[in-house]
Nanobody, 125 residues
Framework: EVQLVESGGGLVQTGGSLRLSCAAS????????IGWFRQAPGKERKGVSY????????HYTDSAKGRFTISSDNAKNTVYLQMNSLKPEDTAGYYC??????????????????WGQGTQVTVSS
């Protein structure tokens, strides 16, 4: 059974940091691109960042560049999103997503094979 389990969300003040974790199981980790999306209340879900597990290459949207860092621990089948200098506009549910390289690998944050259940991040002003 494929599972993506997120953790690490919470309440933080503006300027603070959080590290989100996504623990993956049930598929061959190295064959996937794993990323993070976020969804604020009343808004559509949007991509934040992704990492190609096989070679470690990463991609960030403009909202994440310079403040967020995505990484993976292949021995633990876990992807992390380190979020620094958080702003109130970062408040959202954060969702881990996985797409196989065969299916496109989260290109342009398009189709997703598997979703996690999400973890809430709230940044107070």
């Amino acid at each position: 059974e494929v599972q993506l389990v997120e953790s690490g969300g919470g309440l933080v003040q503006t300027g603070g940091s959080l590290r989100l974790s996504c623990a993956a199981s049930g598929f061959i980790f190295e064959d996937y691109v794993i990323g993070w999306f976020r969804q604020a209340p009343g808004k559509e879900r949007k991509g934040v960042s992704y990492i190609m597990i096989k070679d470690g290459s990463t991609h960030y949207t403009d909202s994440a560049k310079g403040r967020f860092t995505i990484s993976s621990d292949n021995a633990k089948n876990t992807v992390y999103l380190q979020m620094n200098s958080l702003k109130p506009e970062d408040t959202a549910g954060y969702y881990c997503a996985a797409e196989s390289l065969r299916n496109g690998g989260l290109t342009d944050f398009g189709a997703v094979d598997h979703w996690g259940q999400g973890t809430q991040v709230t940044v107070s002003s």
